[in-house]
């Protein structure tokens, strides 16, 4: 039958070196038809970076769904009354929104430090450490909101809007929970000298998202509670 | 760039038994976990079919036995409608989730997708082993329902609003064994999810060189694609089970509309939304089908082609044609809704992808088709289930033209005639697809090879079998015969008990013949023929590592990709074929001509 010739493939050892490892396959290696792989060879990402976008499709379909859950409700029904966002949902916006600049900054710390001038950088995890306080400020936060919406009488059954305000923010703070975990993970890893500098990408790509899923939830549920 | 080495999964051989076949981090021995949890699913599974069908053909027979695992939903042994309901909620959510996903998807896929790339390992293969772990406690937590008060829920595996959240006013199993339902879902997405966090990337980043996407078998084309789908589909069934199981213990009122009276009770909920359930479930329940399928479509293009000794008409036709049934299959979920109430533009814009949703499926069996048309076809167990499948495949889609017309669909809902639908297109196909696997691989995932004559005979009473019982469905379809009835008491259904008592006895012979094969694989398993490396002759990476293959896989070595997968029909120093390993130089019959 007719089938194509290959000509094996001319491996560029300055682009792609054997590592000894599995990998290489190529990203971008699609059809190497005219046999010079060294045009059509890329080099694979580290599987986390790819991973890490898995992670957050898979948190976006999850919060697309309980968002078209939240129109239908309130579309379908006469019983939803809407009440006022606890005020110091807004200050802990701007806790995350100055974590994600803390984990900027510690991100270029650390990769001065991985980069070998060490010297320069005394505390890499310094800003790691700032960033995880602010993490774990903006879950306290989130608490003390419950806690005014409790003391108001809105507990999770009390109306539609109060169910989709807890169910909401509760599924976002474990998310939160979840990047303090990455954090934490990224702490250990540097305090042992063995982080990758993709691990500390993938936590960062994750922390950053879970910001903006905030910033989003904020505006749905001010529009709509 | 070092990180490319420094990422690809690696870790140190196993020691301890705990490490070794329990908590495993192997991918093969997690493949080979989820096939026995898949094995076992379906033994459950048909056990209860079989509890189903007899009481459907014989409604005061007593099931000898069946009051141990009851005493209320089937006293002296005979059910209660109610416990035929439970019995039928549990046979369609064990089968669909814990076989037809976890089989072809979970099990097939975490064996050999690594090792068709030529990876190692999954790249996070603790998130792999806990995959399995969750799935597993899901399905503790299901059959856990079975041994609860008033046992498992009834609300059939949709389990549709508002009878999933209004507690066990609307029914026995309703209460605890709701709530046992949706965890046990909710944690299977979980375990599903961590299953793709690990497909996708091994997919995309752990390929070994000269490893280019359109040299993937097509096998691992259908798990990515899968994968894609599982995604998408379960990361929205998860949030839907967390909304039931609030409305069930927290009172929240997602679900529940106001003003509801269940059981002469009014139930103290306020204005949700039923539909809001079911666009919710649907939007995973379609693609849902098609995590189900794709998978069998890779596999059985994968043991045609070894088996007909050439490549398909068209590789990549065959993989656009899968993606294009991933894409598709969450545009068409609406055709669930045709009768729930939508409003008829929806139905209409529903029906449409629905209908072109067959093109892809079509292209595929025809490219199936003309490939087979002239081949000198080995016939083998795995070439004759995977025959079987395509065999399934059509008969059960056909019937799916009809029933993607609205005006059609509203008098052939809820009847058999889906029935028998969905169980050829999606439960019998997708069974074909995994017998045709199981004879295909298991000698290199176990080292030893199958008993042929016996898979022969498993084969021919499993199709012929598969046709008695699904079939006259299709009948009594048309003849107006409900589903979801335990028994038939109206006149104008008196004249279609005898077949239904036809149909009771191919299902209990059938799912006899299914021993013949549990027997074929346990006695092979430890006392068959010891398999050869390659005993099909195939090309991809699978066939090049030792069988069974050892803990890394390819032995410490990385293996460099020179071919398309499929070099068949050509002449090597081998045979009439090239490995994709082999940096053999081969000639095709046309260019020698």
């Keep these: 039958m007719a089938t194509t010739v290959h000509e094996p493939p001319q491996i560029e050892p300055r682009r792609l070196p054997d590592l000894g490892h599995s990998g290489n396959g190529g990203w971008r290696n699609l059809v190497p038809a005219d046999g010079n792989r060294g045009v059509a060879l890329d080099y694979s990402p580290p599987p986390s970076s790819s991973a890490i976008w898995v992670v957050l499709f898979a948190v976006t379909m999850m919060f697309a769904a309980f968002t078209s859950a939240l129109f239908v409700r309130k579309g379908s029904s006469l019983d939803w009354e809407t009440f006022t966002l606890p005020s110091i949902l807004y200050f802990n916006t701007l806790l995350l929104v100055a974590s994600s600049v803390t984990l900027e900054v510690s991100r270029r710390r650390v990769a001065v430090f991985m980069g070998g001038i060490k010297s320069q950088v005394e505390s890499p995890a310094r800003w790691l450490y700032i960033t995880l306080f602010l993490g774990l400020l903006f879950v306290g936060g989130q608490y003390v909101a419950w806690s005014q919406l409790r003391a108001e009488g809105l507990y999770l059954a009390t109306n539609p809007s109060s169910s989709f305000f807890y169910l909401l923010t509760a599924v976002h703070a474990l998310h939160v929970l979840g990047g303090l975990g990455g954090l934490i993970y990224v702490i250990r890893k540097l305090s042992k000298s063995v982080l990758?500098?993709?691990?500390?990408?993938?936590?960062a790509r994750y922390w950053h998202f879970i910001g903006i899923l905030w910033v989003y939830l904020l505006l749905l549920l001010w529009m709509k509670l | 760039m070092h990180d490319v080495a420094a990422h690809a999964a690696h870790h140190a051989p196993p020691t301890s038994f705990i490490r070794k076949h329990v908590f495993s981090l192997d991918h093969k021995v997690i493949g080979k976990q989820y096939y026995g949890l898949a094995l076992l699913a379906a033994i459950v599974g048909m056990v209860l079919s079989w509890f189903m069908r007899i009481h459907l053909a014989w409604n005061s027979a007593a099931i000898p036995g069946l009051q141990l695992l009851s005493?209320?939903?089937?006293?002296?042994?005979v059910m209660t409608p109610e416990y035929y309901l439970q019995l039928m909620t549990m046979h369609g959510t064990i089968m669909v989730f814990f076989v037809l996903t976890t089989a072809p998807f979970a099990a097939f896929g975490n064996f050999f997708l690594p090792i068709q790339v030529g990876a190692e390992d999954m790249p996070f293969p603790h998130f792999n082993m806990m995959s399995f772990w969750v799935t597993f406690t899901g399905f503790v937590v299901l059959i856990a329902s079975f041994f609860v008060p008033d046992g498992p829920t009834l609300g059939g595996w949709t389990q549709y609003a508002p009878l999933n959240a209004v507690g066990s006013v609307s029914g026995p199993g309703q209460g605890t064994g709701v709530v046992l339902w949706m965890a046990s879902i909710a944690l299977f997405c979980v375990g599903q999810l961590l299953g793709s966090l690990n497909f996708i990337p091994t997919t995309l980043d752990l390929r070994v060189k000269g490893m280019s996407l359109l040299r993937l078998p097509l096998?691992?084309?259908?798990?990515?694609?899968?994968?894609c789908m599982g995604l998408t589909a379960f990361?929205?069934?998860?949030?839907?089970?967390?909304?039931a199981i609030l409305d069930h213990v927290a009172g929240t009122s997602f679900f529940v509309p106001s003003g509801l009276v269940v059981s002469d009770q009014l139930v103290p909920h306020s204005g949700g939304s039923t539909l809001l359930w079911q666009h919710l479930f649907w939007f995973f329940g379609h693609p849902e089908v098609y995590i189900a399928i794709v998978p069998g479509i890779g596999i059985v293009s994968h043991i045609l082609i070894t088996n007909m000794r050439k490549?398909?008409?068209?590789?990549?036709?065959?993989?656009?044609?899968?993606?294009a049934l991933a894409v598709l299959s969450y545009m068409v979920y609406g055709h669930h809704m045709f009768v729930s109430g939508m409003n008829p533009y929806s139905s209409l814009a529903f029906s449409f992808p629905?209908?072109?949703?067959?093109?892809?499926?079509t292209i595929v069996v025809l490219i199936w088709t003309f490939s087979l048309y002239g081949s000198k076809l080995r016939i083998n167990s795995a070439s004759l289930f995977s025959l079987g499948f395509i065999s399934m495949f059509v008969s059960g889609g056909v019937s799916g033209f009809f029933l993607a017309q609205p005006s059609i669909d509203i008098m052939l809902h809820a009847t058999y005639f889906v029935v028998g639908h969905f169980h050829l297109v999606m439960g019998v196909a997708a069974m074909f697809g995994i017998f045709a696997g199981t004879y295909f691989w298991a000698p290199k995932m176990f080292g030893r090879m199958i008993n042929e004559t016996l898979g022969k005979i498993h084969f021919w009473l499993s199709f012929v079998g598969a046709y008695c019982i699904f079939m006259p469905f299709h009948y009594l379809g048309m003849a107006g015969n409900v589903r979801r009835y335990s028994t038939f008491v109206d006149d104008y259904l008196q004249p279609l008990i005898p077949v239904h008592h036809f149909i009771t006895v191919a299902a209990?012979?059938?799912?006899?013949?299914?021993l013949i094969f549990v027997y074929n694989l346990i006695h092979s398993r430890f006392w068959g023929k010891p398999a050869p490396d390659n005993p099909w002759e195939g090309t991809s990476l699978e066939w090049s590592t030792a069988t069974p293959p050892p803990w890394d896989n390819f032995g410490g070595k990385h293996p460099v990709v020179y071919h398309d997968p499929y070099q068949y029909g050509v002449q090597s120093s081998v045979g009439d074929y090239v490995m994709q390993a082999s940096p053999e130089q081969v000639k095709t019959e046309h260019e020698e001509k």
């Design chain 1, 196 to 203: 990758r500098r993709n691990q500390l990408v993938a936590t």
């Design chain 2, 71 to 77: 005493k209320n939903g089937a006293p002296g042994g």
């Design chain 2, 219 to 227: 096998t691992t084309w259908a798990w990515f694609i899968t994968s």
């Design chain 2, 235 to 243: 990361a929205v069934l998860m949030p839907a089970c967390i909304l």
């Design chain 2, 311 to 323: 490549p398909m008409l068209s590789q990549r036709v065959l993989i656009y044609s899968m993606g």
């Design chain 2, 354 to 361: 629905t209908l072109v949703i067959t093109i892809p499926s």
């Design chain 2, 508 to 514: 209990l012979l059938t799912g006899a013949a299914q």
